[in-house]
């Protein structure tokens, strides 16, 4: 061993000095699993599949040109675009990083604006959803950003409101804007815009209902609107009941026409039940059940339009409806009065009717 006065060795016997060193750790990695950023849309998609035809027919109707029918399927597709535009991996430190600038936000060491926060929060939700899936805890909304989102939707909904008003209706909200007015007085501008263009197209409908009736068109006072017809598809609820049982809507205002849509009928199905018409007489003589209406096309057409708003859905089948009308509308098979209409809608969405139900003597 060498003295206080000698120098160090080596383990050699050579003169020199212990050196020490750290070797860096290779940085722990968040890996993406494969698969992870279709997944939610397959699962919304599969749930979408399951609703029934008409539901899937309507659900995106008024929906902008090429974004999903739901909103639920249309985050999904976001999420998945932009999952797939990361990278296989990132280093967790990356993710760790901003969990605690967020923490420190939360314990008011480095305070951010509601505009950050809420964009810190984003992103760390999202980088948890590629890299890191699972249950997790999350803070809820401070007042402060509540109150950053609820000032930012009201400016979107201005703006919104004087797009769809126009030049004309929507310029008084769009000049108090310029002129520095609070959103909340350009709320109340386009309020008041929007109440005359409501005065302005009643006018126009009334007339335009007017014109109706004086062409003996099919239209349907309030009364005979809600008596029995069915605002919903029967498998939907209304308010939290089914379609079927929900309130009766209030009465319009007087003088305010209400007039239902009906779908086209069938031309070619339907005359197969008119009495004279070509395909009822081939009908009856091929040997086929057939119910006859009793009157020409024209009256089969009416009823048969009114059995499809007024009728109930037939039991599994939906696109099948019954309305009884109290009285013989046509002839059965056997050449008993029949009362029922059945209305049977097609994949087109076109209607076509026949006399139903027990053949009265």
Same mark, same amino acid.
């Given at each position: 061993?060498?003295?206080?006065?000698? %120098?160090?060795?080596?383990?050699?016997?050579?003169?020199?000095?212990?050196?020490?060193?750290?070797?860096?750790?290779?940085?722990?990695?968040?890996?993406?699993?494969?698969?992870?950023?279709?997944?939610?849309?397959?699962?919304?998609?599969?749930?979408?599949?399951?609703?029934?035809?008409?539901?899937?027919?309507?659900?995106?109707?008024?929906?902008?040109?090429?974004?999903?029918?739901?909103?639920?399927?249309?985050?999904?597709?976001?999420?998945?675009?932009?999952?797939? @535009?990361?990278?296989?991996?990132?280093?967790?430190?990356?993710?760790?990083?901003?969990?605690?600038?967020?923490?420190?936000?939360?314990?008011?060491?480095?305070?951010?604006?509601?505009?950050?926060?809420?964009?810190?929060?984003?992103?760390?939700?999202?980088?948890?959803?590629?890299?890191?899936?699972?249950?997790?805890?999350?803070?809820?909304?401070?007042?402060?950003?509540?109150?950053?989102?609820?000032?930012?939707?009201?400016?979107?909904?201005?703006?919104?409101?004087? /797009?769809?008003?126009?030049?004309?209706?929507?310029? %008084?909200?769009?000049?108090?804007?310029?002129?520095?007015?609070?959103?909340?007085?350009?709320?109340?501008?386009?309020?008041?815009?929007?109440?005359?263009?409501?005065?302005?197209?009643?006018?126009?409908?009334?007339?335009?209902?007017?014109?109706?009736?004086?062409?003996?068109?099919?239209?349907?006072?309030?009364?005979?609107?809600?008596?029995?017809?069915?605002?919903?598809?029967?498998?939907?609820?209304?308010?939290?009941?089914?379609?079927?049982?929900?309130?009766?809507?209030? /009465?319009?205002?007087?003088?305010?026409?209400?007039?239902?849509?009906?779908?086209?009928?069938?031309?070619? @199905?339907?005359?197969?039940?008119?009495?004279?018409?070509?395909?009822?007489?081939?009908?009856?003589?091929?040997?086929?059940?057939?119910?006859?209406?009793?009157?020409?096309?024209?009256?089969?057409?009416?009823?048969?339009?009114?059995?499809?708003?007024?009728?109930?859905?037939? /039991?599994?089948?939906?696109?099948?409806?019954?309305?009884?009308?109290?009285?013989?509308?046509?002839?059965?098979?056997?050449?008993?009065?029949?009362?029922?209409?059945?209305?049977?809608?097609?994949?087109?969405?076109?209607?076509?009717?026949?006399?139903?139900?027990?053949?009265?003597?």
């Amino acid at each position: 061993m060498a003295g206080p006065d000698e %120098p160090p060795f080596n383990g050699n016997g050579t003169v020199g000095r212990l050196l020490t060193c750290e070797i860096p750790a290779p940085a722990e990695m968040l890996r993406r699993r494969p698969g992870i950023c279709s997944e939610r849309y397959e699962r919304e998609k599969a749930e979408f599949d399951k609703l029934p035809w008409y539901e899937r027919m309507l659900a995106g109707h008024g929906r902008a040109v090429g974004l999903e029918p739901t909103d639920a399927l249309q985050s999904a597709k976001t999420f998945q675009e932009a999952c797939e @535009k990361m990278p296989d991996e990132i280093s967790k430190s990356a993710l760790d990083e901003k969990v605690q600038q967020l923490s420190d936000h939360a314990t008011g060491r480095n305070p951010l604006s509601p505009e950050q926060s809420l964009e810190l929060k984003r992103q760390v939700s999202f980088l948890q959803d590629v890299y890191t899936p699972g249950p997790r805890w999350e803070s809820g909304l401070s007042s402060g950003e509540s109150a950053w989102l609820s000032a930012q939707n009201q400016r979107w909904g201005n703006s919104m409101a004087i /797009a769809f008003l126009g030049p004309v209706y929507g310029g %008084p909200g769009a000049m108090t804007r310029l002129m520095g007015g609070s959103e909340d007085l350009v709320e109340a501008v386009n309020n008041q815009s929007a109440s005359l263009v409501g005065a302005g197209r009643t006018r126009v409908f009334a007339r335009d209902a007017a014109a109706l009736r004086e062409s003996n068109a099919r239209i349907f006072t309030s009364g005979e609107y809600n008596r029995g017809a069915r605002l919903e598809p029967p498998s939907r609820t209304v308010g939290g009941k089914p379609a079927g049982t929900a309130s009766p809507i209030s /009465a319009p205002a007087s003088g305010t026409v209400v007039q239902q849509a009906v779908p086209s009928i069938s031309r070619q @199905k339907q005359n197969g039940h008119v009495k004279g018409s070509p395909q009822n007489t081939n009908r009856i003589k091929q040997g086929k059940p057939t119910s006859t209406f009793n009157g020409p096309a024209a009256e089969a057409d009416r009823l048969t339009q009114e059995a499809w708003q007024k009728g109930t859905p037939v /039991a599994g089948r939906p696109n099948v409806r019954d309305y009884d009308f109290g009285q013989s509308i046509g002839t059965g098979p056997n050449g008993g009065g029949q009362s029922i209409v059945r209305v049977h809608q097609d994949a087109s969405g076109n209607i076509h009717g026949h006399p139903a139900g027990p053949e009265i003597p």
